[in-house]
C-alpha cells in the first residue's frame, strides 16, 4: 500500500511539478501556502483533474500515466477523501452518509448500513446516527467525513485541509481524534494543510511546496529545526538569516556578522528562535557577542507573550513578556538593541 | 442630537416603508394597481351566486379533467426529458451549447399560436415528420388528448428547462466529486447526488411547467383542436364561454385564479420569501 | 452627486404614463374630439370608423380604398373582430359610425341597446359551402360525408354564427355529424383545411373564395336553409353620421355591389 507519485500539471499560470512517495502506514504532510498547488496535486492523486506528465502508482498499479494514456476514473480508484468542508451530502443522514461509498461500490444496502452502523459507533456518533448533516458540529461533521472516507476501506486516504473549517478550540480535540484514527490506518494518507501544527501533529513526513515546487522534504522534526526557506521558518516560527560560514563566525549576505555554536565552513542558513533573542533599551555589557542595533516594526499578541518584529542589519523576531514590552517601551519605530547568546544559533548547510 | 440619528436608522434600512423615496413610490404603485387590480375586477364581477351551478356542468367538468391531466402529463413528459436536457446545457462541453440553449428557449418567446401552427407542420398528418408517420401506422396527432399534451409539452418544457439549468448551475459540484471519490459512477451520482441537491429547482421548474401548461391556449388550439372531453381544455372552454355566457367565462376564469394562486402559494419559498 | 439633469427622466417616464392611462380612459368612455366641432354641418369630412365581422375583413377594405378614392376628404378606420365582440364593445361604448354584422341576432343586441339610428338593412347574404383540402383527399361530394367517422371533420363551434348555421344544415339534411374539431372561428378552421389536417369543413363560401388555390369548395343542396345575413347600421352615437351614411350608400351602389359579389357574397333580392 505505497504510493509513489510524480505530478505534473498547468494550473492557469501556476506550473505544478512535484514528486512523492508514502510507504504503507504513513502519513505525508503537502504543507505550503495558499495558492502553492498543493490541493492539485491532491485532486491528481484522487482523478479529479488530469496531469499532463509524470506517473501516479498504487501499489504498482498505474492510475495516471498520461505517457502511456492510462487514467483510472476517480471513481475506481481506491481512495477515500476528506474534503475542506467536509461536503457530507446534504440530504442524507449521518449512517446513509458513510454507508454512501459501499454502496457505490455495490454493497448491499444491508450490508452497507451494518459497516456504516460500525462506523457510527466508532466515531462515537450513535446519537447522531440519523442526523442531517446541517444539525452537526463541526467537529462531528469531520468525523463523519472521515468515517465515510474510510468505510469503504481505501489504501489510499487523501485529506484536504481537514481541519480548516473548524474553530480553534474544536480543532485541537479533532486534531488529537484524526492523528488517533490515522494510526490506525494501514494505506498510505497524504494530507494536505497549510497549517504547520496540523502538519507537525499528524505527518510522518512533510514534503513543503511553494509555487507547484517542493521546496524542502523531511520529518517534522528536521523540517522544523531546520527551514530552508522564509516561509517554513515563519511557519515554525524562527528567524532564518543566509549567508557564509567561515568557522564560528557566519558572514550574512547583507554584510552583518553572526557567532553560532558550532565551527563549520561555506554557505549555510542560520535560524534563531524568537525566545532566545533579547531586547534591551541600550546596549547590554558583557557577554553576547551577537549584538545588534534594531527598529520596531511590529507588536503582535502570541500566546502569553508578545511578538516583535525587528528591522536593522539582522532582521529578526523576538519574544518578549508583557511586562517587559511596557518597561522597554515597545512602540511602533522604536530603537532597540537586540541580542542573541552564540550557543542559541544554529548553522546548517544550505 | 436625536436627528441624525434617526438619519442613520432610515439609512441603515433602505427596505424599510420610510426608506422607499417617492420618486420609485410613485410607479411602483402604478405597477401593482396595473397588476391587481384586473385580478380585483374578476372578483368583484364574479357571479358568486351561480358559481357553484356555472362550474358543475359536465363541460365544465369534462374541460377541467383534461386540463389537469394533460397539463400533468406535458409535466411528466417535460421531467423525463427536460431535466437530462438542462444537465447537458449546464454541464456538459459539447459545442454549440450556447446555440442549442437558444434553440430550446424559442418557445418562451414564440407567439403560442405560432408553436401551434409548428407542430402542425412537423407532426400534423401532412407534416415533416407525421406524414411518414401517418402512412406507416395510420397515426395522427391532431384532433386528439395526445396533441393538448405535445402541445403544452412544447410551450411549458422550456420553463422547466430554464429552472433545473439554473439549480444544476448553483449547485456545489464539489458534492460530485466528493461521489465520484466515494466510488460513485456519474449515473449514480446524478441520481443520489445531483439530483436531490438541485431537487428544490426541479420542484420549482416543474410546478412552473404545470401551470403554463394548464394555462396553455394558442398552441393547443391550432395543433389540438378544440373538442369538448377530448382537446377543449379550461382555456378554450372560456375562450368559448366569453362568446356566449360571460358568467362562465369568469366563473371558470376563477378557478385557472385559484390554481395559479395555489402555484405562486407552492413557490412562494423560492420566490416571494426572497429578500 | 447625481449629474444636473438626470432626476427629471423617471419623473417624465411616470408623468408619461400617467398621461397615456388617462388617454385610455377617457377613450372607453367619451366619444372622440375628432369632428365633434363639424357634427352639425352637412359636410362629408374626417374619419368614419366602422366596426365589421371578421369575414368582411378583405371586401371592406377594397371597399374602404374605393371609398376614399370618391371622397378624398373621408379616412375610413375599420375595427375587425367576430361580431359578438364588436357588438359587446359597442355597447360598452366604443365610438362607432357604422357596424356590419355577420348576425342578424347579435345586431338585435345592439338595437335592443338602442344604439342604432334606423333599422339595421341587409346588404349581403352569405351561405355555407363545403371546403376540402386542393385535390380532396377525402374524396368528399356532398353533406353526407360529415357522418363518416373515418373523416377529419371541421365545423365551427355552435356558440359562433358559422357553427350555428352549420347545426341548422345538418339538421336540415336530417344528418348528425362526426367532427373531430369545433373552432371558434372560420379562420381558424380554414388554416386546418389548408394544411391538410382536415378532410372536410364547413365554411362560408366567401371564405371558401378568398383562401385560393390551396383549398377546394364544394356546392350542397342544403345550404339554402342556413342563409346568412349580414346587416349594417348608422349608430345613434355615430361622431361623423355624414360620411357614414355615405359609406352605407356606397355598399348599396353598383360599384360597391361587384366587390361585394366578386367576393362571393350573395346581394338580397328587393
Given at each position: 500500500m505505497s504510493l509513489s507519485a510524480h505530478v505534473v500539471i498547468q494550473r492557469g499560470s501556476l506550473g505544478v511539478d512535484v514528486a512523492l512517495e508514502v510507504k504503507p502506514g504513513e502519513v505525508l504532510a503537502l504543507l505550503g501556502p495558499n495558492g502553492a498547488g498543493k490541493s492539485t496535486v491532491l485532486r491528481v492523486l484522487a482523478g479529479l483533474a488530469r496531469p499532463h506528465a509524470g506517473l501516479v502508482r498504487l501499489d504498482g498499479q498505474s492510475l495516471d500515466d498520461p505517457a502511456a494514456g492510462i487514467r483510472l476514473a476517480p471513481h475506481r480508484r481506491p481512495i477515500g477523501m476528506v474534503f475542506q468542508d467536509h461536503l457530507l451530502f446534504p440530504h442524507l443522514s449521518t449512517v446513509d452518509n458513510i454507508a454512501f461509498g459501499l454502496r457505490a461500490r455495490g454493497s448491499s444496502r444491508a450490508a452497507a448500513h451494518t459497516v456504516a452502523a460500525r462506523w457510527v459507533a466508532r466515531m462515537h456518533l450513535s446519537e447522531h446516527s440519523s442526523a442531517k448533516p446541517r444539525s452537526l458540529s463541526g467537529g462531528q461533521a469531520q468525523r463523519v467525513a472521515l468515517a465515510r472516507a474510510l468505510a469503504g476501506d481505501p489504501r489510499l486516504l487523501l485529506l484536504d485541509e481537514p481541519l480548516s473549517a473548524l474553530d480553534a478550540r474544536t480543532k485541537l480535540d479533532v486534531r488529537a481524534d484524526l492523528r488517533h484514527h490515522l494510526g490506525d490506518f494501514a494505506g498510505a494518507t497524504v494530507l494536505v494543510t497549510h497549517d504547520p501544527v496540523d502538519a507537525m501533529a499528524l505527518a510522518d513526513q512533510l514534503v513543503v511546496v511553494e509555487r507547484g515546487r517542493v521546496v524542502q522534504v523531511g520529518t517534522p522534526?528536521?523540517?522544523?529545526?531546520?527551514?530552508?526557506?522564509?516561509?517554513?521558518?515563519?511557519?515554525?516560527?524562527?528567524?532564518?538569516?543566509?549567508?557564509?560560514?567561515?568557522?564560528?563566525?557566519?558572514?550574512?549576505?547583507?554584510?552583518?556578522?553572526?557567532?553560532?555554536?558550532?565551527?563549520?565552513?561555506?554557505?549555510?542558513?542560520?535560524?534563531?528562535?524568537?525566545?532566545?533573542?533579547?531586547?534591551?533599551?541600550?546596549?547590554?555589557?558583557?557577554?553576547?557577542?551577537?549584538?545588534?542595533?534594531?527598529?520596531?516594526?511590529?507588536?503582535?499578541?502570541?500566546?502569553?507573550?508578545?511578538?516583535?518584529?525587528?528591522?536593522?542589519?539582522?532582521?529578526?523576531?523576538?519574544?518578549?513578556?508583557?511586562?517587559?514590552?511596557?518597561?522597554?517601551?515597545?512602540?511602533?519605530?522604536?530603537?532597540?538593541?537586540?541580542?542573541?547568546?552564540?550557543?542559541?544559533?544554529?548553522?546548517?548547510?544550505? | 442630537m436625536n436627528a441624525p440619528v434617526s438619519v442613520r436608522q432610515s439609512r441603515s434600512q433602505p427596505d424599510g416603508a420610510t426608506g422607499v423615496p417617492a420618486i420609485l413610490l410613485i410607479p411602483a404603485a402604478i405597477a401593482v394597481a396595473f397588476l391587481v387590480l384586473p385580478l380585483a375586477a374578476l372578483l368583484v364581477r364574479a357571479p358568486w351566486s351561480t358559481l357553484g351551478s356555472l362550474l358543475s356542468t359536465p363541460e365544465v367538468r369534462d374541460a377541467l379533467r383534461l386540463s389537469v391531466v394533460s397539463a400533468s402529463l406535458a409535466t411528466l413528459i417535460s421531467l423525463v426529458v427536460g431535466v437530462p436536457l438542462a444537465w447537458v446545457l449546464a454541464r456538459s462541453q459539447i459545442r454549440g451549447r450556447g446555440v442549442l440553449r437558444a434553440l430550446v428557449t424559442v418557445p418562451l418567446v414564440l407567439p403560442p399560436v405560432v408553436g401551434g401552427v409548428a407542430l402542425l407542420l412537423a407532426l400534423g398528418r401532412r407534416g415533416v415528420l407525421g406524414e411518414p408517420l401517418y402512412s406507416a401506422t395510420g397515426v395522427s396527432f391532431p384532433f386528439t388528448t395526445t396533441a393538448v399534451v405535445l402541445a403544452q409539452t412544447f410551450v411549458a418544457m422550456p420553463f422547466l428547462i430554464i429552472s433545473v439549468e439554473g439549480s444544476l448551475r448553483a449547485a456545489d459540484r464539489r458534492y460530485e466529486d466528493a461521489a465520484a471519490t466515494l466510488g460513485a459512477g456519474r449515473a449514480m451520482t446524478f441520481r443520489r447526488v445531483t439530483l436531490p441537491l438541485i431537487a428544490p429547482g426541479v420542484a420549482a421548474g416543474a410546478v412552473l411547467c404545470w401551470a403554463r401548461a394548464l394555462g396553455e391556449f394558442g398552441a393547443t388550439i391550432t395543433f389540438a383542436g378544440n373538442f369538448p372531453g377530448t382537446t377543449r381544455t379550461m382555456t378554450l372552454q372560456v375562450y368559448l364561454a366569453l362568446e356566449t355566457d360571460p358568467d362562465a367565462a369568469i366563473a371558470l376564469s376563477l378557478v385557472l385564479l385559484a390554481v395559479s394562486i395555489l402555484t405562486l402559494g407552492l413557490l412562494r419559498d423560492r420566490w416571494l420569501m426572497r429578500t | 452627486?447625481?449629474?444636473?439633469?438626470?432626476?427629471?427622466?423617471?419623473?417624465?417616464?411616470?408623468?408619461?404614463?400617467?398621461?397615456?392611462?388617462?388617454?385610455?380612459?377617457?377613450?372607453?368612455?367619451?366619444?372622440?374630439?375628432?369632428?365633434?366641432?363639424?357634427?352639425?354641418?352637412?359636410?362629408?369630412?374626417?374619419?368614419?370608423?366602422?366596426?365589421?365581422?371578421?369575414?368582411?375583413?378583405?371586401?371592406?377594405?377594397?371597399?374602404?380604398?374605393?371609398?376614399?378614392?370618391?371622397?378624398?376628404?373621408?379616412?375610413?378606420?375599420?375595427?375587425?373582430?367576430?361580431?359578438?365582440?364588436?357588438?359587446?364593445?359597442?355597447?360598452?361604448?366604443?365610438?362607432?359610425?357604422?357596424?356590419?354584422?355577420?348576425?342578424?341576432?347579435?345586431?338585435?343586441?345592439?338595437?335592443?341597446?338602442?344604439?342604432?339610428?334606423?333599422?339595421?338593412?341587409?346588404?349581403?347574404?352569405?351561405?355555407?359551402?363545403?371546403?376540402?383540402?386542393?385535390?380532396?383527399?377525402?374524396?368528399?361530394?356532398?353533406?353526407?360525408?360529415?357522418?363518416?367517422?373515418?373523416?377529419?371533420?371541421?365545423?365551427?363551434?355552435?356558440?359562433?354564427?358559422?357553427?350555428?348555421?352549420?347545426?341548422?344544415?345538418?339538421?336540415?339534411?336530417?344528418?348528425?355529424?362526426?367532427?373531430?374539431?369545433?373552432?371558434?372561428?372560420?379562420?381558424?378552421?380554414?388554416?386546418?383545411?389548408?394544411?391538410?389536417?382536415?378532410?372536410?369543413?364547413?365554411?362560408?363560401?366567401?371564405?371558401?373564395?378568398?383562401?385560393?388555390?390551396?383549398?377546394?369548395?364544394?356546392?350542397?343542396?342544403?345550404?339554402?336553409?342556413?342563409?346568412?345575413?349580414y346587416p349594417i347600421a348608422l349608430l345613434a352615437g355615430s361622431p361623423n353620421p355624414g360620411a357614414a351614411a355615405a359609406l352605407v350608400e356606397f355598399t348599396a351602389s353598383p360599384a360597391g355591389l361587384d366587390v361585394l359579389a366578386a367576393a362571393g357574397f350573395q346581394i338580397p333580392e328587393g
Open positions: 522534526v528536521e523540517v522544523s529545526r531546520r527551514p530552508r526557506t522564509d516561509y517554513v521558518a515563519r511557519l515554525v516560527g524562527l528567524s532564518l538569516l543566509s549567508g557564509t560560514a567561515h568557522g564560528r563566525a557566519v558572514l550574512l549576505d547583507n554584510g552583518a556578522s553572526v557567532q553560532v555554536a558550532e565551527a563549520s565552513n561555506g554557505p549555510v542558513f542560520v535560524a534563531i528562535r524568537p525566545a532566545s533573542v533579547g531586547l534591551y533599551r541600550s546596549r547590554p555589557d558583557g557577554s553576547p557577542r551577537n549584538v545588534w542595533p534594531a527598529t520596531v516594526a511590529g507588536v503582535t499578541p502570541y500566546g502569553e507573550t508578545l511578538r516583535v518584529d525587528l528591522e536593522g542589519e539582522v532582521p529578526l523576531t523576538a519574544d518578549v513578556s508583557p511586562e517587559a514590552a511596557a518597561e522597554l517601551d515597545l512602540v511602533l519605530g522604536a530603537g532597540v538593541w537586540a541580542s542573541v547568546k552564540a550557543s542559541e544559533v544554529a548553522a546548517y548547510p544550505a | - | 452627486m447625481r449629474p444636473p439633469g438626470r432626476p427629471p427622466a423617471l419623473q417624465s417616464v411616470v408623468l408619461g404614463l400617467l398621461g397615456v392611462l388617462g388617454l385610455l380612459g377617457c377613450g372607453a368612455s367619451d366619444p372622440p374630439t375628432t369632428g365633434a366641432g363639424t357634427a352639425g354641418e352637412e359636410r362629408i369630412s374626417e374619419t368614419v370608423t366602422v366596426f365589421a365581422a371578421a369575414s368582411l375583413t378583405d371586401v371592406f377594405t377594397v371597399l374602404g380604398d374605393r371609398f376614399e378614392a370618391e371622397h378624398q376628404d373621408v379616412t375610413v378606420v375599420f375595427n375587425f373582430a367576430a361580431s359578438s365582440t364588436l357588438a359587446q364593445q359597442i355597447t360598452q361604448g366604443a365610438p362607432v359610425d357604422v357596424f356590419a354584422s355577420a348576425s342578424a341576432a347579435t345586431m338585435q343586441t345592439v338595437v335592443d341597446a338602442g344604439l342604432i339610428v334606423a333599422e339595421p338593412e341587409v346588404f349581403v347574404q352569405n351561405t355555407l359551402q363545403i371546403v376540402v383540402p386542393a385535390g380532396n383527399p377525402g374524396a368528399v361530394t356532398g353533406l353526407e360525408d360529415f357522418t363518416n367517422p373515418d373523416l377529419i371533420i371541421a365545423l365551427c363551434s355552435a356558440e359562433v354564427p358559422c357553427g350555428a348555421a352549420a347545426v341548422r344544415v345538418f339538421e336540415a339534411g336530417g344528418l348528425t355529424p362526426q367532427p373531430d374539431t369545433l373552432e371558434q372561428d372560420v379562420r381558424a378552421v380554414l388554416t386546418k383545411v389548408e394544411l391538410g389536417e382536415v378532410d372536410a369543413a364547413l365554411v362560408y363560401r366567401t371564405d371558401v373564395l378568398a383562401a385560393g388555390e390551396a383549398v377546394e369548395g364544394i356546392e350542397f343542396s342544403q345550404s339554402s336553409e342556413a342563409v346568412n345575413d
